[in-house]
């Protein structure tokens, strides 16, 4: 299971609040290709939307494009971004 926790944190003081959180786990088996279940939570713990990631190739992806993937699937209810890099880019290539 991966966990991406989204926090606040106010560079006056040494407080931080957690706004929300995602579990995003594997549903069957251990294949490179496999499918996911994204769960969104808000900062109660209350759970706000379930999505499915369906048939994510995990080996030469970036665990960024995994988590937008992921969150992608769960706001918006299909995998709307760009195609995957096939290597990483450069500096120079995303400018």
């Known amino acids: 299971m991966l966990r991406i926790t989204v926090v606040r944190v106010s560079p006056d003081c040494d407080c931080a609040e ?13 294949s490179p290709r496999s499918s996911h279940q ?6 109660a713990g209350e759970l706000e939307v379930t999505a499915y990631l369906s ?3 995990l080996r030469g992806s970036t665990v960024w494009d995994f988590v937008v993937r992921g969150m992608a699937t769960a706001v918006m209810g299909t995998e709307q971004v760009p ?13």
């Open 55 to 57: 048939q994510y190739w």
């Open 38 to 43: 994204v769960r969104v939570f808000d900062n």
């Open 18 to 30: 957690v706004l929300g959180y995602a579990d995003i786990c594997q549903m069957r088996g251990h």
């Open 83 to 95: 195609p995957r890099l096939s290597h990483r880019a450069s500096s120079n290539e995303l400018a």
